[in-house]
């Protein structure tokens, strides 16, 4: 799991023992805001954007109580029909704010703050699997890679100012 700001910049990482997204909307969350307040940044994010696998009524309802706004369609596709029994309600609601014209701008910024981060880790560097065991040291190393992740954002930041 990662979180990034519009820079893609890695705000926050951690790992799970689970493949799917559903009930780790709320804890990267809160691992964001650590990671923030530890940097001296104590304001919240305006907006969170997630991709449908993050969709957990319960945690999006407490979140959008802290006064931030969440985005996350409750369809996998755009193309494809509604997921069986996913009418109605909030869903309908979510479905209806992303159709807005402020809705759709904010929720198509998503995938280019979160997906090349990952290709450039996986792909362009390579490191499509963990070389450590054990939950705690697999936890380091996914940070590191982060770490220099964010690094290497500096650093091509800085040669292309120079």
Do not use: C
Request: charged residues 30%.
């Amino acid at each position: 799991q990662a979180a990034t700001n519009e820079h893609q910049v890695v705000l926050a990482a951690e790992i799970e023992t689970v493949g799917a997204d559903f009930g780790h909307l709320e804890p990267m969350l809160d691992a964001t805001e650590r990671e923030l307040a530890a940097a001296g940044i104590h304001e919240p994010p305006g907006v969170l954007l997630a991709d449908a696998g993050y969709w957990h009524g319960e945690q999006m309802q407490r979140i959008v109580d802290r006064g931030i706004q969440v985005l996350i369609p409750p369809d996998t596709s755009r193309h494809r029909a509604t997921r069986r029994n996913w009418d109605g309600g909030r869903y309908d609601e979510m479905r209806e704010v992303l159709a807005t014209d402020r809705g759709g701008e904010l929720y198509r910024k998503r995938q280019p703050m979160i997906e090349p981060v990952f290709a450039q880790m996986k792909f362009n560097r390579g490191l499509d699997r963990f070389r450590r065991r054990g939950r705690g040291a697999v936890r380091t190393e996914w940070r590191l890679i982060t770490a220099t992740h964010n690094l290497l954002k500096l650093h091509r930041h800085a040669l292309a100012a120079a």
